[in-house]
Nanobody, 121 residues
């Protein structure tokens, strides 16, 4: 059984910062890409940032220069440092990992349960 568990969400004032963490656990053989997505009420889930196993990154235009994604391969973890937060960043943030489960030969997408980020004064 594979689990992705997020932490670090909460309520923050505009201009503030939060750091999200996500750790994958279970019978994992290898993790390829990892990323963060978000979904606001009434909107579709959208990519925020992604990172390859080698550290290559990709950001949505609306977070460039404000958010930084990083990962620790030894810990099967991915992080999202969010600075200069805006009310429009309010959403549930989901961790995603493309990983290979032990005793299989393919990669599949796994999702965390989500963590709420609310930016409000």
């Amino acid at each position: 059984q594979v689990q992705l568990v997020e932490s670090g969400g909460g309520l923050v004032q505009p201009g503030g910062s939060l750091r999200l963490s996500c750790a994958a656990s279970g019978s994992i053989l290898s993790i390829n890409d990892m990323g963060w997505y978000r979904q606001a009420p009434g909107k579709q889930r959208e990519l925020v940032a992604a990172i390859t196993r080698g550290g290559g990154t990709n950001y949505a235009v609306f977070v460039k220069g404000r958010f930084t994604i990083s990962r620790d391969n030894a810990k099967n973890a991915v992080y999202l440092q969010m600075n200069s937060l805006k009310p429009e960043d309010t959403a549930v943030y989901f961790c995603n990992a493309r990983l290979q489960v032990a005793r299989t030969t393919w990669y599949s997408n796994y999702w965390g349960q989500g963590t709420q980020v609310t930016v409000s004064s």
